[in-house]
């Protein structure tokens, strides 16, 4: 079986997941070729795991401030090179197209009839997810954006639909905790009022995490460049993780048992939606703005208890190996049923309530 394995790389949720995936494949016997849309090559970091990949333009977002710009959006999306992309792409090698919310990718496949598969945490809002209110445009925007055969949501609750926990890979590193070590990845803010903000709590060590060349000291704030290794290595050591609402990071830190203040960005309803269950599910605490008093009430609080994730990976690529003849509602069941299920199962009546 060979893939042609789509990967928006717009955050790095999807980067993330796909290095669990794509190994998992590779173990199952499936022969795997990449191909990276959304982010220049040039900005991706540590991707020697991705061995030699393709890249294309794509679409993405772009972010100001916190919040989704949709004018400067508009602005630098290139539809004709996407179409010459898509139209271009030589699937005839290929038995399966897999996308991580992927377009170049789901496009061409839908183009040239070949299968396809989507695996992403947006697919899960093909269901009704709680936060996202009454908002009849999105999941027929979802479809549009990259539109697959058969879609495979991932979340932390299966909210009564086929949806699979997170693609999380074990930590790292040991798990421990350093109580005055706060992790801070918060990429579409404004450095400068991150920097602002943090710097009235001298008490506590934050390791920012930013888009800077070399390693930079202002007292207690330790400002980072991206580092896959460094980061992972700061998570497992870490008290808590301030970000914003993205699945792949907050996957990690719930499975760490980092507390959790999030920020959701702005105009963006996945990021709204995820910090509504988060929250409702006592996993996070979750600020619309960064202010003193959300940072002060937050660090103020325990840390919570690692809680390890099932193993979906090497349980999603056996299914799409053999042909995906089993039910994907029976594969959730036997996933959610391995220990996760018991934790979130107390929550379900909360989470059915319309929110927002």
């Known amino acids: 079986m060979r893939i042609l394995y ?3 790389a717009t955050g790095n949720g999807h980067i993330t997941r796909a290095r669990v995936l794509l190994p998992a494949l590779q173990a199952a016997g499936v022969e795997v070729d990449v191909l990276l849309s959304g ?8 991707m020697e795991c991705f061995g030699r990949f393709e ?17 400067k959006t508009l602005a630098q999306s290139r539809p004709l ?18 996308s991580d919310f992927e377009p170049v990718t789901a496009w061409a496949a839908r183009h040239q009839g070949v299968p396809s598969l989507g695996v992403a945490h947006q697919y899960a809002f093909h269901h009704p997810i709680p936060g996202t209110g009454f908002k009849p445009w999105l999941k027929p925007s979802l479809k549009l954006f990259a539109p697959v055969d058969e879609a495979v949501g991932v979340h932390w609750h299966h909210f009564d639909a086929p949806i699979l926990p997170p693609l999380i890979a074990p930590p790292s590193y040991p798990l421990s905790e350093e109580p005055d070590k706060i992790l801070v990845y918060l990429p579409f803010e404004s450095m400068d009022e991150v920097i602002y903000w943090l710097g009235a709590f001298p008490r506590y060590r934050f390791r920012i995490y930013c888009n800077i060349a070399t390693p930079q000291r202002r007292g207690h704030l ?5 580092s896959r290794e460094g980061f992972q290595r700061d998570l497992c050591s870490c008290a808590g993780v301030i970000s914003n609402a993205g699945f792949g990071l907050c996957s990690e830190a719930i499975q760490a048992g980092k507390k959790l203040l999030v920020k959701p960005l702005h105009s963006q309803v996945e990021q709204r939606s995820n910090a509504v269950v988060l929250e409702q599910m006592a996993l996070a605490m979750t600020m619309s703005e ?7 009430a937050w660090l103020a609080q325990p840390s919570g208890s690692p809680s390890p994730w099932p193993d979906v990976a090497t ?34 009546a909360r989470l059915r309530q319309p929110l927002l």
């Open 6 to 8: 789509g990967v928006q």
């Open 39 to 46: 982010r220049a090559p040039q900005q991706l970091f540590n």
């Open 55 to 71: 890249a294309r333009q794509g679409f993405t977002f772009v972010t100001s401030a916190g919040r989704v710009s949709w004018l």
């Open 81 to 98: 090179e996407f179409l010459h992309d898509y139209r271009q792409l030589d699937l005839s090698r290929y038995d399966l197209v897999l």
């Open 222 to 226: 330790e400002l980072q460049p991206f």
């Open 290 to 296: 960064l202010t003193l008093e959300s940072v002060e």
């Open 315 to 348: 349980a999603l690529a056996q299914w799409i190996a053999s042909g995906r003849q089993q039910p994907l509602d029976a594969l959730g069941r036997e996933l959610w049923q391995q220990g996760q299920i018991r934790q979130f199962s107390s929550c379900q």
